[in-house]
């Protein structure tokens, strides 16, 4: 069975520092790769997927992501963060086809002014 | 788009009686269903994937006869909590997919008494 893991559980950042969450999964077929955020207090919400082609993808609010196949990696980045950035931070993984999804164990980011 | 909704967002039941909670996809049509619980500080458990229409597939370790799901149409899926007891108070989430990507509701909080 495929895992998915997020290595950075806590990670505390200054406003306009620079942001990468690590994801790591297991599974050597064809993945499609997500990265989701969840507010205080609110649901979850889909920031960024990949399933082809360009291994950069950007996602909203000047997230993106790198896909690196070799590393079995999709870590998520942002130049410089704010406030409002404070969440907690979900990769998700689907392999093998369909659309069910194996979660990483969240990424809690504080960003402190 | 890609609006998912969840009622009751938050419900107080007395151990013993069942809880219905209601998940629908405000406007896309949902392949799929999936129904989650999230334990405080922790990522998300899969418990079911539902397909319209036919009987729901249950995480191993979920009780299929204690979460009865039930998947009326493309756009509502119902998990009913059977004679609920403490353990069972958590916040249960659902998301619904189209073909490729899970779009979450905002959870709902049982208390069991």
């Known amino acids: 069975a495929q895992s998915v893991s997020q290595h950075n559980h806590h990670v505390i950042l200054s406003e306009a520092a620079s942001l990468e969450l690590g994801c790591n999964y297991s599974?050597?077929?064809?993945?499609?790769l997500f990265w989701y955020v969840q507010y205080p207090g609110q649901h979850l919400q889909l920031l960024l997927k990949?399933?082809?082609?360009?291994?950069l993808v950007k996602g909203i609010k000047g997230f993106e992501a790198e896909f690196i196949k070799s590393k079995f990696s999709f870590n998520l980045r942002k130049p410089s963060v704010q406030w409002s950035d404070t969440a907690e931070y979900f990769c998700?993984?689907?392999?093998?086809?369909?659309?069910?999804?194996?979660f990483g164990t969240g990424t809690q980011l504080k960003v402190e002014l | 788009g890609a609006v998912v909704s969840q009622h009751p967002s938050w419900v107080i039941c007395k151990s013993g009686t069942s809880v219905k909670i209601e998940c629908r996809s405000l406007?896309?049509?949902?392949?799929?269903m999936f129904w989650y619980r999230q334990f405080p500080k922790q990522s998300l458990m899969l418990m079911a994937t539902?397909?319209?229409?036919?009987?729901?597939?249950?995480e191993q370790g979920v009780e299929k006869d204690k979460f009865l799901i039930n998947h009326a149409s493309l756009t509502l899926s119902t998990l009913t909590v059977t004679s609920a007891h403490p353990e069972d108070s958590s916040f249960y989430i659902c998301?619904?997919?189209?073909?490729?990507?899970?779009?979450f509701g905002p959870g709902t909080r049982l208390l069991v008494l």
């Open positions: 539902s397909n319209e229409g036919s009987k729901a597939t249950y």
């Open positions: 599974y050597g077929g064809t993945v499609n």
């Open positions: 990949y399933f082809s082609g360009d291994p």
């Open positions: 406007d896309f049509q949902a392949t799929t």
């Open positions: 998700a993984v689907n392999a093998g086809g369909g659309n069910k999804l194996t």
């Open positions: 998301s619904a997919a189209d073909r490729e990507t899970q779009y």
